[in-house]
């Protein structure tokens, strides 16, 4: 039977999602669960494994009509064996995720961390659209990016390349999840400013955020908006720290264009003109007079489209 189908799966720590594809992208049927990451690593595979079989019979489709089956997960991982090593959200370690996949359908499968997956998802049919050279960041709770290098998603000696969000900004700068200090993520992610907001207000400082009772990053980005001084100076200098991490990336991968996805990247304007300000200081002019910072254009979608991405470019 002619293989004219894939299946993208989105793995999340809360929520599974998978959809059925053409191999143009355009897709057929959905299907989300629960992901239930307390109830171990076999249940998590179990989980995954009637997802992809309800995905095939809400599309009407076939296991001999799905020609492969991209996955997106939290990393760390190693695609080239399709083991995930670890992850703070779920409960696989140096758990083999592929074989068992690939054992039950006979379909290639194929592992990618979700921001090189996403980086596909926006290469293949968003913002990426007609480059070849590609940058993507997603900043929301933390910060992680993937880049397309002539066309092919690149990975890196042990898959794990473009860890942006714990590259070293500030030496002596606040201690990351990662045990590092001064990371991109401990200083300009949607968690990092909620904390940094959370600390001053501890402190006393005089603020407009005194009326919330929970201050996330959603309320210190509307409040800078509205004027407020402390949350306008806690968002310029996260965007300064995240400005300077895209202008290394820049320097670095010499891209067309860099795509910010992200819930931080959804607050807009005040984003990218301080964004673009950073990196018009910083970068050589051939540089950054030769790419563009855009927003994604599959925010929502954007796990579960780019597994189906990576499962269509790792299958042609
Ligand atoms: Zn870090």
């Given at each position: 039977m002619e293989k004219r189908y894939v299946i993208g799966v989105d793995l999340g720590g809360t929520k599974i999602s998978t959809a059925l594809a053409e191999?143009?992208?355009?897709?057929?049927s959905e299907y989300t669960i629960p992901t239930n990451a307390a109830g171990g690593e076999q249940e998590v595979l179990g989980r995954i494994l009637s997802a992809i079989e309800k995905v095939l019979a809400l599309g009407d489709?076939?296991?001999?009509?799905?020609k492969s089956i991209g996955i997106g997960s939290p990393?760390?991982?190693?695609s080239k064996k399709g083991i995930?090593?670890?992850?703070?959200?779920?409960?696989?370690?140096?758990?083999?995720?592929v074989k068992p996949i690939e054992e039950r359908f006979k379909i290639p499968t194929y592992l990618e961390n979700d921001a090189n997956a996403a980086a596909i998802g926006e290469f293949m049919?968003?913002?990426?659209?007609?480059?070849?050279n590609m940058v993507y960041i997603t900043v929301s709770t933390g910060i992680g990016a993937g880049a397309i290098v002539d066309g092919r998603i690149y990975r890196g000696n042990t898959c794990n390349a473009l860890e942006l969000g714990h590259t070293t900004i500030l030496p002596e700068g606040p201690r990351c999840n990662c045990g590092n200090y001064g990371c991109l993520e401990a200083l300009a992610s949607g968690t990092a400013i909620a904390r940094i907001a959370n600390e001053k207000l501890k402190a006393g400082a005089e603020s407009s955020l005194k009326s919330y009772e929970v201050v996330t990053s959603y309320e210190v980005f509307e409040e800078a908006r509205k004027g407020d001084k402390l949350s306008s100076d806690i968002i310029d200098k996260s965007l300064e720290y995240l400005g300077i991490g895209v202008s290394n990336i820049i320097t670095i991968m010499d891209p067309e264009i860099v795509v910010l996805g992200g819930g931080v990247s959804l607050a807009g304007e005040i984003v990218f003109d301080k964004v673009n300000k950073v990196i018009n200081k910083r970068c050589f002019k051939v540089l950054r007079e030769n790419c563009r910072v855009v927003p994604a254009?599959?925010?929502?979608?954007s796990g579960v489209i780019g597994a189906v991405a990576l499962a269509i470019m790792e299958s042609q």
């Open positions: 191999l143009n992208g355009n897709i057929i489709k076939k296991v001999d009509e799905i990393g760390p991982l190693d995930i090593l670890e992850t703070p959200n779920l409960p696989f370690e140096n758990f083999h995720l049919f968003g913002a990426g659209k007609n480059t070849k254009a599959l925010v929502k979608q």
